[in-house]
């Protein structure tokens, strides 16, 4: 079903495990070389910066050839606009994706992975003009089906982060369209169903991807499962079931039940913090402490309690002070947890993100002097991410 | 599973005894989930709402507050947090130093915030260096160096070439470069040029003389993409007259530099900038000559020369990667 060659991705990952410990220094440079002589990996997969490089170079080559086709075919009448021709130029996508895996050996090599994207571009939009062409806002249902099938074969066949994700939004999307189109009164009991739904897509993420035939979508798997867990907590959240009440039946005023969506909203980020610790999960903890943030934004959108100063002041004070105190108590590891860094040396830590990130956001600050309408604060909090830092 | 891993591999005689032990002593030790990626991110988070919160709350109750008070308020964050820096920093040296508790970058980090704003109030309010902007922005850029270098933080040195830019009278984040810049003032682009020229050198400099030689790929980050832009910039800006000819010289100097100091220190990202920046380069200059020649397939000549020269960038850049990585 995959279109890598399955040996070798068995190799890499053996390679891979390997030079872990070569950089451990539990394994010579000489005995790995004898191991990725009898292992081999014949991918052609070059390092990040060449992988962006690629991946631009052969969009314009996309953008351009497909360009100069529609050009050609433009004196056609009614040929270019209709679906079909996104479909045609997608197809052109697919075929030089697989052509680019399977003579060349291209693996995450910037090259697949844009050709993979301008497929699923080209299809996604494909559908989506297909489908508004006749009636107007009632197609979300059949499109979102039709993009979950797309992407479900896309990661089924090319086992890419970016086609599960869509996968799985695509197929949340198609639940909920279908049980608000279907059951009467859908919309009040939808999100029961899509707690049920997103709690069984990372239950069934979660048994398989401790299964042996699937460990080629390692990453598919983890993806869903983020994904999964996201959706579990927003359907469950009040800003948005009260949101989608209002847009989509008009209703507006406080939801019913809303106390139980009241403790869901506050207290599942704890839940998963709690049974990501438990289990040593980090999927389970990161996606829990991002959304504490979504759980605070919430809060703050239906009651006012503090002035944003205030508040972020003692978010501020809090977290540090959170911080120091696993720090101090993780000073000799306990209970399996440690606060030094892992032993992988990664390639993000070459190229010194932090401080490039922490140019991007202070960096406003110190315009102060010049600047006319200054304000005292330490330059934007609104970004915490890494903003195309580098 | 990974027990099994090297038991194979020893048995088929690609792993030593001595490897074999080394990594089973490894996996009797238990496995210990590191937190650490979530602490830092936190940490960062901590600072910066706090500094945000501490900014808003003053900003919004100057008036019950009073200048004064708040003046010290930040004068004694700034002292307590520099104080704390020189007590606990590592002796300092040429090379890398390392920080010495995963704490004091942040203390650091705060510290040198606190001092802007410091600096950013006293002038703002009680306007200590009159209109003399540049003095404003000279003292706190020599502080964020001489801060930079003397505890090795790499976050104060970016911070440090921001304001550098900004004495200069540009701001050199590269998101506000290609957001905030109109690019047709002559004068600008001269001091761009200029900025960036300075900034490669003083990358060139940190590995020449051996001073903070890891501080060269922030040097050299910003210093690249500054000068191409303003390179570019200024070839647009006098793209009729004959001067534009110089600019593109330029251009090419400057990728000849990059490529052959990439190749000397194996960078993949410089490389690649190179590359990237001399395809734009590249392509204006194919474009100019197809648009002069003025016939009435242009668009196609143009959509076949992206397409070809897409697909020998493509070669080239995976060739110039396996030299690289032979070199």
């Not at chain 1, 605070?296 to 540090?320: E, K, Q, S």
């Not at chain 2, 003032?185 to 300075?198: D, K």
């Not at chain 2, 993409?225 to 534009?244: M, R, T």
């Amino acid at each position: 079903m995959i279109a890598y060659n399955k040996t070798w991705l068995a190799n890499l990952r053996l390679q891979d495990e390997v030079k872990k410990d070569v950089q451990q220094g539990n394994v010579s440079d000489a005995e790995f070389n004898g191991i990725a002589q009898k292992y081999p990996v014949s991918f052609y997969t070059p390092n990040l910066f060449v992988r962006i490089g690629l991946f631009i170079l052969t969009c314009v080559i996309m953008s351009f050839g497909d360009g100069l086709l529609t050009l050609m075919a433009a004196s056609s009448r009614g040929l270019v606009e209709s679906a079909f021709w996104l479909f045609f130029l997608g197809a052109l996508a697919y075929a030089g994706l697989e052509i680019m895996i399977n003579a060349s050996h291209h693996y995450r090599s910037g090259v697949d992975d844009a050709l993979l994207f301008i497929c699923g571009c080209f299809f996604t939009t494909g559908f989506a003009v297909l489908l508004s062409n006749n009636n107007y806002g009632t197609h979300y249902l059949s499109l979102s089906g039709l993009i979950f099938l797309l992407t479900l074969w896309l990661s089924i066949r090319f086992a890419d982060m970016l086609a599960a994700t869509t996968c799985c939004v695509a197929f949340l999307a198609f639940i909920f369209f279908a049980w608000i189109k279907i059951v009467p009164a859908g919309l009040s009991t939808a999100p029961f169903i899509m707690m049920l739904v997103s709690g069984g897509v990372y239950w069934v993420a979660s048994v398989y991807s401790s299964r042996k035939e699937f460990i080629n979508y390692d990453n598919c798997l983890i993806v869903a499962k983020a994904v999964s867990l996201t959706a579990l907590y927003a359907s469950g959240n009040y800003y948005i079931i009260q949101t989608l009440s209002s847009e989509m039946m008009g209703k507006t005023g406080p939801v019913p039940f809303g106390a139980i969506f009241w403790i869901w909203t506050i207290l599942m980020p704890f839940a998963y913090i709690g049974f990501g610790i438990k289990r040593k999960d980090v999927i389970l903890l990161r996606v829990g402490l991002l959304l504490i943030t979504a759980a605070a934004l919430t809060f703050r959108t239906y009651y006012h309690v503090l002035p944003v100063d205030v508040a972020l002041t003692i978010a501020g004070t809090v977290i540090l002070t959170v911080v120091y105190a696993v720090v101090k108590y993780l000073k000799t590891p306990k209970h399996g947890f440690t606060y030094t860094e892992p032993d992988e040396v990664n390639l993000m830590d070459h190229l010194k993100v932090e401080s490039l990130i922490v140019a991007e956001t202070f960096s406003h600050a110190p315009a102060a002097p010049t600047d006319e309408g200054v304000k005292f604060g330490g330059g934007d909090f609104g970004g915490g991410g890494s903003s195309g830092g580098f | 599973m990974n027990n099994n891993l090297y038991s194979n591999l020893h048995a088929e005689g690609l792993v030593s005894d001595e490897s074999l032990a080394k990594t089973r002593l490894k996996e009797e030790k238990p496995l210990l989930f590191s937190v650490h990626w979530e602490i830092k991110t936190l940490l960062y988070v901590g600072v910066l709402l706090l500094t945000g919160g501490l900014g808003l709350l003053i900003y919004e109750n100057i008036d019950t507050i009073g200048h004064e008070f708040v003046l010290m308020l930040i004068a004694a964050i700034c002292l307590g947090c520099f104080y704390y820096c020189f007590k606990n920093k590592l002796p300092f040296s040429k090379n890398r130093v390392l920080s010495p508790n995963s704490f004091f970058d942040y203390i650091l980090l705060l510290a040198s915030t606190s001092l802007l704003i410091f600096v950013g109030y006293l002038q703002f309010e009680y306007k200590v260096f009159g209109t003399n902007y540049g003095m404003a922005t000279l003292i706190p850029m020599l502080a964020l160096f001489f801060i930079a270098y003397y505890f090795d933080h790499l976050g104060i040195l970016s911070m440090a070439i921001a304001n550098l830019a900004l004495w200069m009278g540009v701001s050199v984040t590269p998101k506000q470069l290609l957001l905030n810049s109109d690019f047709n003032s002559e004068t600008i682009i001269y001091t761009y040029l200029l900025l960036g020229i300075l900034l490669i050198a003083g990358g060139y400099a940190a590995q020449r003389f051996n001073y903070k030689k890891h501080f060269k790929f922030s040097y050299l980050h910003y210093g690249i993409h500054v000068a191409y832009i303003a390179l570019l910039a200024g070839y647009f800006h006098y793209y009729d007259s004959a001067i534009a000819a110089a600019w593109m010289l330029g251009i090419l100097t400057l990728s000849f530099l990059m490529y052959h100091d990439a190749f000397k220190n194996k960078s993949f990202y410089f490389l690649l900038l190179v590359i990237l920046y001399s395809y734009i380069a590249l392509s204006s200059l194919v474009i100019r000559f197809l648009l002069s020649i003025n016939d009435g397939v242009m668009i196609e000549l143009i959509a076949f020369y992206f397409i070809g020269s897409g697909i020998g960038f493509i070669f080239l850049l995976i060739n110039l990667n396996k030299k690289l990585k032979a070199a």
